[in-house]
């Protein structure tokens, strides 16, 4: 404890970003660095979980220290240290759980593990001081997308997630097939800008007897056969106007289900995160969609919708106030539950 | 041993998986292919569903490898879509599912032969748009149990 504050050291590798953290009391930054690998997954065209996982054990080392640095901390000042150990890619989780375990174990601060998507909600609560549960989450990622009702700070239930593919993998599948290229997410938000939203008709697809879940396959698959039909028909294809066609189908089917479902269980507020949060036409129509409900919206600034590690250290602080503490035999979960403890 | 099978819409290529789920045995490594969209993640629902297991089969795109234990056998849903080069497999620790006593079923197998043993059945899906949107070709190859 510092000045009757709870510091927290958080550290983040699940999947692309080596990442850490110092926050405070889990709502103030008080440093959070990010060693972006993106440029290097580029050239693939898509994420490279070895060549993620050993730089993740190059870097980590480094940006824990940048983190401690520029908050001003050293390892002895913090109350304990967290880390992400699932869901993720195995390999690249391993490497921040094995450095949290070790400074926890020498520096003999707590250790606590935290949930990757537990923690993307939680970044509502570094911007949003007025944010407390009950409230409505949406989570949508490159390997996620959920629905989930946050009924405390650490009590999650999830009511809806897809039933194929995540929200962000359909981006990424599609911008390739269009050939925009890697990372989908914004290069298709970009280029939609220019096109017209209505110009191609998409499904919204629907799961049966599953009202909130999500299916984003029919889609991609939509885009795909629209594609190979304008091929063989010698048909142009406007990439702007596919982009925001297929943009308009996604968001159209997210705002849908958030709005049904704040209605349903009575929420009167609605958080988004993740990586697709960023995007920028969910943003607005979103924003609308919830206000025309009656409900109040909080969406983190883009920095915190991609993975860092201050959501980490903001969904942590909850769990260490509440007396949670991982051993040192905590192990990298891949496929680990949201509110699974 | 080759066989082909004609399905006319997803139902029926859910149901071919299915069917082979059903028979699957420890150890059993099915390969399979086909393109974007071509309904890889169909045919697995229904391979997963065949095995019995229970909770939702999702694209394992981002975590490369999906674990189902709820089945008849553990079954390890492999896909390869954003493996680099096949060195990066040895990570993963993919022969430790691969040669174990569960069932192996890789997405985007024909991305990295290599790693596929012989013994596996191949299992391949294809268009062809002048037969209609929802046809498909699924070409079966190894022996299957």
């Known amino acids: ?341 | 041993m080759t066989t082909v099978v004609q399905t006319m819409s997803a139902e029926e290529t859910y149901g071919l998986g299915f069917d082979m789920g059903r028979t699957a045995e420890p150890g059993g490594i099915y390969a399979l292919n086909g393109d974007l969209g071509t309904g890889k993640t169909v045919f697995t629902k229904g391979f997963a569903a065949g095995l019995g297991v229970r909770e939702p089969v999702t694209s394992p795109t981002f975590t490369i490898l999906q674990v189902y234990e709820s089945g008849r056998l553990p079954l390890f849903h492999f896909d390869i879509y954003r493996i680099a080069e096949a060195g990066e497999m040895d990570e993963i620790g993919y022969e430790e599912y691969f040669f174990g006593n569960g069932v192996t079923l890789v997405e985007w197998a024909g991305l990295f032969p290599e790693l596929i043993p012989p013994e596996a059945v191949t299992v391949t899906i294809r268009k062809d748009m002048k037969k209609g949107a929802d046809f498909r070709e699924i070409t079966i190859e190894g022996v299957r149990p």
Not at chain 1, 199 to 215: C, G, L, N, Q, T
Request: with cysteine; aromatic share 6%.
């Open chain 1, 1 to 341: 404890m510092s000045d009757g504050h709870t510091d927290i050291l958080a550290i983040e590798t699940s999947c692309d970003e080596t990442a850490a953290a110092v926050v405070r009391d889990g709502r103030e930054v008080l440093s959070s660095i990010i060693y972006t690998q993106i440029a290097m997954h580029t050239v693939y065209g898509g994420v490279v979980p070895e060549l993620a996982s050993r730089a993740h054990i190059e870097k980590i080392d480094a940006v824990v220290l940048a983190a401690l640095e520029e908050a001003g901390k050293t390892i002895s000042d913090v109350d304990a240290v967290a880390v992400t150990y699932g869901p993720g890619l195995v390999g690249a989780l391993l490497v921040g759980v094995a450095e949290a375990k070790a400074l926890a174990w020498a520096a003999k601060k707590p250790l606590i593990g935290v949930n990757h998507i537990e923690g993307h909600i939680s970044a509502n609560y570094i911007e949003h001081p007025d944010l407390a549960p009950p409230y409505l989450g949406l989570v949508v990622s490159g390997g996620h997308t959920h629905l989930i009702i946050v009924r405390d700070y650490a009590e999650f239930e999830i009511i809806g997630r897809t039933v194929d593919d995540a929200a962000g993998e359909a981006f990424d599948k599609v911008a390739r097939a269009i050939g925009l290229g890697y990372p989908g997410g914004p290069k298709i938000d970009a280029a939609a800008k220019e096109g017209d939203p209505f110009a191609i008709s998409f499904p919204k697809a629907k799961v049966h007897h599953s009202e909130y879940d999500f299916s984003f396959s029919g889609l991609k698959s939509a885009v795909l056969n629209y594609l190979n039909h304008a091929e063989m028909t010698g048909e142009e294809v406007r990439a702007c106007d596919v982009a925001a066609s297929f943009q308009r189908s996604v968001v159209e089917v997210l705002k849908e289900h958030t709005v049904r479902a704040a209605k349903e269980f009575g929420m009167r507020k609605v958080a988004l995160a993740g990586g697709v949060s960023a995007n920028s036409a969910l943003r607005e129509g979103m924003r609308k969609a919830v206000l025309d409900a009656g409900c109040e919206l909080f969406v983190p600034s883009p920095v915190l919708c991609t993975d860092n590690a201050a959501m980490i250290g903001a969904a942590a602080f909850h769990e260490y106030v509440r007396g949670v503490r991982s051993g040192l035999d905590l192990n990298a979960v891949p496929g680990l539950r949201i509110g699974e403890r």
